[in-house]
Protein backbone atom coordinates (compact mmCIF):
# COMPACT_ATOMS: atom_id res chain seq x y z
CA UNK A 1 0.00 0.00 0.00
CA UNK A 2 1.77 3.37 -1.04
CA UNK A 3 -0.99 5.49 -0.40
CA UNK A 4 -1.83 8.22 1.59
CA UNK A 5 -5.72 8.75 1.98
CA UNK A 6 -7.55 12.13 2.91
CA UNK A 7 -10.88 12.14 4.08
CA UNK A 8 -13.35 14.05 3.62
CA UNK A 9 -12.70 15.03 -0.19
CA UNK A 10 -14.67 17.88 0.29
CA UNK A 11 -15.93 20.00 3.01
CA UNK A 12 -18.05 23.05 3.47
CA UNK A 13 -18.07 24.52 7.20
CA UNK A 14 -19.55 27.60 8.47
CA UNK A 15 -17.00 30.76 10.12
CA UNK A 16 -18.26 29.40 13.69
CA UNK A 17 -17.87 25.22 12.87
CA UNK A 18 -15.21 22.95 14.01
CA UNK A 19 -14.56 20.02 12.09
CA UNK A 20 -11.59 18.09 11.04
CA UNK A 21 -9.38 16.49 8.09
CA UNK A 22 -7.84 13.20 8.57
CA UNK A 23 -4.91 11.12 6.97
CA UNK A 24 -3.77 7.84 6.73
CA UNK A 25 -0.93 6.21 5.57
CA UNK A 26 0.48 2.38 6.30
CA UNK A 27 3.53 2.79 4.54
CA UNK A 28 6.00 2.84 7.77
CA UNK A 29 6.60 6.06 6.86
CA UNK A 30 7.65 8.39 10.34
CA UNK A 31 7.40 12.08 9.14
CA UNK A 32 4.01 13.46 7.76
CA UNK A 33 3.14 16.54 6.72
CA UNK A 34 0.15 19.48 5.90
CA UNK A 35 0.52 21.54 3.16
CA UNK A 36 -2.07 24.26 1.99
CA UNK A 37 -2.67 24.49 -1.85
CA UNK A 38 -4.42 27.82 -3.38
CA UNK A 39 -5.58 27.95 -6.88
CA UNK A 40 -2.81 27.56 -9.29
CA UNK A 41 -0.12 28.08 -6.61
CA UNK A 42 2.38 25.85 -4.93
CA UNK A 43 1.97 23.90 -1.88
CA UNK A 44 2.80 25.97 1.21
CA UNK A 45 4.25 24.25 3.85
CA UNK A 46 2.19 24.39 7.50
CA UNK A 47 3.14 21.59 9.68
CA UNK A 48 5.77 18.86 10.20
CA UNK A 49 5.21 16.25 12.33
CA UNK A 50 8.32 13.62 13.01
CA UNK A 51 8.13 10.38 14.96
CA UNK A 52 4.35 11.84 16.24
CA UNK A 53 6.18 14.85 17.42
CA UNK A 54 5.31 18.50 16.24
CA UNK A 55 9.24 19.64 14.37
CA UNK A 56 8.44 22.09 12.35
CA UNK A 57 5.30 24.79 12.74
CA UNK A 58 5.40 27.80 9.90
CA UNK A 59 4.05 29.77 11.88
CA UNK A 60 0.27 28.78 10.95
CA UNK A 61 -2.41 30.90 13.13
CA UNK A 62 -3.96 29.06 15.90
CA UNK A 63 -7.50 28.09 14.19
CA UNK A 64 -5.67 25.51 12.77
CA UNK A 65 -4.61 22.71 15.32
CA UNK A 66 -2.52 19.18 14.20
CA UNK A 67 -2.62 16.04 16.08
CA UNK A 68 -0.67 13.30 15.42
CA UNK A 69 -2.40 10.45 17.54
CA UNK A 70 -0.29 7.65 16.49
CA UNK A 71 2.40 7.03 13.66
CA UNK A 72 -0.23 6.59 10.68
CA UNK A 73 -2.42 9.11 11.72
CA UNK A 74 -2.47 12.56 10.91
CA UNK A 75 -5.38 14.94 11.50
CA UNK A 76 -5.60 19.17 11.12
CA UNK A 77 -8.71 20.43 14.14
CA UNK A 78 -10.57 23.40 12.32
CA UNK A 79 -12.02 26.10 14.28
CA UNK A 80 -13.25 29.61 13.25
CA UNK A 81 -11.44 29.71 10.15
CA UNK A 82 -12.26 32.85 7.72
CA UNK A 83 -13.21 32.12 3.67
CA UNK A 84 -9.52 32.99 3.27
CA UNK A 85 -8.57 29.78 4.58
CA UNK A 86 -10.68 28.33 1.62
CA UNK A 87 -8.03 26.10 -0.33
CA UNK A 88 -7.17 22.40 -0.77
CA UNK A 89 -5.15 20.77 1.97
CA UNK A 90 -2.63 18.22 1.36
CA UNK A 91 -1.40 15.37 3.43
CA UNK A 92 1.98 13.97 3.20
CA UNK A 93 4.25 11.46 4.48
CA UNK A 94 7.93 10.20 3.92
CA UNK A 95 10.43 8.18 5.52
CA UNK A 96 13.75 10.38 6.16
CA UNK A 97 16.90 9.84 7.72
CA UNK A 98 19.58 12.76 8.18
CA UNK A 99 20.57 14.29 5.27
CA UNK A 100 18.54 11.65 2.86
CA UNK A 101 14.92 12.40 2.34
CA UNK A 102 12.72 9.92 0.36
CA UNK A 103 10.13 10.47 -1.82
CA UNK A 104 6.96 12.37 0.01
CA UNK A 105 4.13 10.51 -1.08
CA UNK A 106 0.65 13.21 -0.98
CA UNK A 107 -2.79 12.36 -0.30
CA UNK A 108 -5.27 13.73 -3.08
CA UNK A 109 -6.12 16.64 -0.75
CA UNK A 110 -9.28 17.50 0.97
CA UNK A 111 -10.57 21.11 -0.75
CA UNK A 112 -12.20 22.96 1.90
CA UNK A 113 -14.80 25.55 1.78
CA UNK A 114 -14.71 28.84 3.81
CA UNK A 115 -18.44 29.94 4.26
CA UNK B 1 16.08 30.19 3.93
CA UNK B 2 14.98 27.65 1.09
CA UNK B 3 13.82 29.22 -2.45
CA UNK B 4 13.33 27.52 -5.10
CA UNK B 5 12.68 29.58 -8.74
CA UNK B 6 10.78 28.49 -11.67
CA UNK B 7 10.42 31.79 -13.89
CA UNK B 8 8.41 30.27 -16.71
CA UNK B 9 4.20 29.40 -15.50
CA UNK B 10 3.71 28.05 -18.86
CA UNK B 11 5.68 26.14 -21.30
CA UNK B 12 4.34 25.72 -24.78
CA UNK B 13 6.27 22.91 -26.86
CA UNK B 14 5.08 20.77 -30.01
CA UNK B 15 5.44 17.03 -29.51
CA UNK B 16 8.61 16.04 -30.37
CA UNK B 17 10.32 19.06 -29.24
CA UNK B 18 12.65 19.01 -26.73
CA UNK B 19 11.89 20.39 -23.48
CA UNK B 20 13.79 22.21 -20.72
CA UNK B 21 11.98 23.08 -17.48
CA UNK B 22 14.27 25.76 -15.24
CA UNK B 23 14.68 25.64 -11.51
CA UNK B 24 16.90 27.74 -9.67
CA UNK B 25 17.56 27.20 -6.33
CA UNK B 26 19.36 29.37 -2.83
CA UNK B 27 20.10 27.49 -0.10
CA UNK B 28 23.22 27.99 2.00
CA UNK B 29 23.89 24.26 2.66
CA UNK B 30 23.49 21.07 0.67
CA UNK B 31 20.49 20.66 -0.63
CA UNK B 32 18.05 17.91 -1.92
CA UNK B 33 16.71 18.86 -5.11
CA UNK B 34 13.33 16.67 -6.75
CA UNK B 35 11.05 17.57 -9.51
CA UNK B 36 7.62 16.81 -9.13
CA UNK B 37 4.72 16.73 -11.05
CA UNK B 38 0.82 16.75 -10.88
CA UNK B 39 -1.46 15.09 -13.73
CA UNK B 40 -4.50 16.46 -14.73
CA UNK B 41 -7.22 15.20 -11.58
CA UNK B 42 -3.87 13.22 -10.14
CA UNK B 43 -2.27 13.76 -6.76
CA UNK B 44 0.78 15.19 -6.36
CA UNK B 45 3.84 12.59 -7.20
CA UNK B 46 7.22 12.43 -7.51
CA UNK B 47 9.10 12.43 -10.78
CA UNK B 48 12.88 12.33 -10.05
CA UNK B 49 15.13 13.26 -7.35
CA UNK B 50 18.96 14.14 -8.12
CA UNK B 51 20.55 11.79 -5.61
CA UNK B 52 19.04 8.82 -7.84
CA UNK B 53 20.78 10.14 -11.23
CA UNK B 54 17.91 8.42 -12.88
CA UNK B 55 15.99 8.81 -16.26
CA UNK B 56 12.52 8.37 -15.92
CA UNK B 57 9.74 8.80 -18.61
CA UNK B 58 12.52 10.22 -20.68
CA UNK B 59 13.49 13.27 -17.77
CA UNK B 60 16.88 13.76 -16.59
CA UNK B 61 18.11 16.87 -14.41
CA UNK B 62 21.13 17.20 -13.52
CA UNK B 63 22.39 19.61 -10.29
CA UNK B 64 24.66 22.16 -10.84
CA UNK B 65 25.70 23.92 -7.58
CA UNK B 66 27.79 25.99 -9.50
CA UNK B 67 24.84 28.17 -11.46
CA UNK B 68 22.65 26.82 -8.48
CA UNK B 69 20.12 25.21 -10.98
CA UNK B 70 18.21 21.89 -11.10
CA UNK B 71 17.03 22.22 -15.12
CA UNK B 72 14.10 19.37 -16.05
CA UNK B 73 14.78 18.15 -19.53
CA UNK B 74 13.60 15.91 -22.16
CA UNK B 75 14.56 15.17 -25.84
CA UNK B 76 11.40 14.43 -27.60
CA UNK B 77 8.36 15.61 -26.05
CA UNK B 78 4.95 13.94 -25.71
CA UNK B 79 1.36 14.83 -25.57
CA UNK B 80 1.14 12.69 -22.17
CA UNK B 81 3.88 15.05 -20.68
CA UNK B 82 1.30 17.78 -20.48
CA UNK B 83 1.09 18.80 -16.75
CA UNK B 84 2.08 21.25 -14.02
CA UNK B 85 5.83 20.42 -12.89
CA UNK B 86 7.40 21.59 -9.22
CA UNK B 87 10.76 21.75 -8.59
CA UNK B 88 11.18 21.17 -4.84
CA UNK B 89 14.07 21.04 -2.68
CA UNK B 90 14.79 20.33 1.17
CA UNK B 91 17.66 21.09 3.38
CA UNK B 92 20.29 18.88 5.29
CA UNK B 93 17.58 17.71 7.88
CA UNK B 94 15.60 16.78 5.30
CA UNK B 95 12.14 17.39 6.91
CA UNK B 96 11.22 20.52 5.26
CA UNK B 97 10.18 20.05 1.30
CA UNK B 98 9.84 23.54 -0.41
CA UNK B 99 8.04 24.06 -3.42
CA UNK B 100 8.82 26.38 -6.17
CA UNK B 101 6.18 28.37 -8.34
CA UNK B 102 5.32 25.82 -10.20
CA UNK B 103 5.73 25.37 -14.11
CA UNK B 104 2.68 24.26 -16.94
CA UNK B 105 4.15 22.26 -19.61
CA UNK B 106 1.79 21.88 -22.70
CA UNK B 107 2.55 19.97 -25.38
CA UNK B 108 0.62 20.27 -29.00
CA UNK B 109 0.27 17.99 -31.20
Same mark, same amino acid.
Given at each position: ??????? #???????????????? +?????????????????? #?????????? +??????????????? +????????????????????????????????????????????????? | ??????????????? *?? /????????????????????????????????? =????? =??????????????????? /????????????????????????? *???? =??????
Amino acid at each position: DTEVTQT #PKHLVMGMTNKKSLKC +EQHMGHRAMYWYKQKAKK #PPELMFVYSY +EKLSINESVPSRFSP +ECPNSSLLNLHLHALQPEDSALYLCASSQFYMGVNTEAFFGQGTRLTVV | AQRVTQPEKLLSVFK *GA /PVELKCNYSYSGSPELFWYVQYSRQRLQLLLRH =ISRES =IKGFTADLNKGETSFHLKK /PFAQEEDSAMYYCALTGEYGNKLVF *GAGT =ILRVKS
